[in-house]
């Protein structure tokens, strides 16, 4: 019985190289798709289907939000894939759980071990690639407090309140603030983080630990 892979990868040649060198290796069903909501179609219908099933991913073409999307697949497994390694790929594969392979190397072996390895339901992180992993998850943790520590007081104090779960008008309530005002604010605290979504804030302020007590926010060991 072939097992399906759903492969997207921007660079057309190394996606037709990837699907010939697998289909030769073993019994696989391989589907190129040429861009993220083709790729999300595809594998919303073999989950509709009961169809255990990977997606390889350029690791680039993602963010938060769409890798999200693609491992509540009950059905699939994602793998991200680059060429070279990327250090936001990484970092996405880190958070999102999700397996991670570098063709930089071009060591056809790694790519048989991470699908094997996502068709149990296991995560793999090539080799060439976990101490990059690493010096980028250091680097990238003292880079995301940096630019928390740079927002106004008043700001971590609305990240910090948002991130435990209160809403507008709670957060407001204790800083004198109007709901339409936490609002405008937590828009602009998005963009000066250069991130996407609001989720996307409070997560990264659980991850290094801002909290807010009283009449003061400060930064904790995470």
């Known amino acids: 019985m072939s097992k399906i892979l759903l492969l997207l990868h921007q660079d057309k040649i190394i996606a037709q190289g990837l699907q010939a060198f697998l289909t030769s290796t073993s ?11 083709q790729c999300l179609e595809s594998a919303n219908f073999l989950q509709k289907l009961g169809l255990a099933f990977v997606i390889i991913v350029e690791g680039q ?13 009950d059905q699939a497994r994602l793998i991200l894939c680059d060429r070279p390694t990327q250090q936001n790929s990484l970092l996405l594969a880190l958070n999102c759980n999700s397996s991670y392979i570098s063709l930089e190397h071009n060591d056809p072996q790694n790519l048989i071990l991470v699908i094997s390895c996502a ?61 339409l005002n936490i609002g ?23 991850s290094i630990g801002l909290s807010f007590n009283s009449s003061e926010s400060e930064l904790q060991e995470a």
């Open 119 to 179: 068709l149990i339901g296991g995560v793999f992180i090539c080799p060439q690639a976990k101490k990059k992993l690493n010096n980028c998850v250091f680097q990238s943790k003292l880079e995301q407090r940096q630019a928390v520590e740079s927002l106004a007081p008043i700001d971590r104090k609305i990240l910090a309140l948002a991130a435990q779960g209160h809403n507008y008008s709670s957060i407001g309530e204790q800083i004198n603030y109007s709901a």
């Open 61 to 73: 073409l993602l963010d938060t939000i769409k890798c999200g999307q693609l491992t509540q697949l």
């Open 27 to 37: 019994n696989y069903e391989v589907r190129l798709v040429n861009n993220y909501f």
């Open 184 to 206: 405008y604010r937590l828009k602009n605290i998005v963009q000066k983080l250069n991130l996407q979504t609001k989720q996307e804030a409070i997560a990264l302020a659980t």
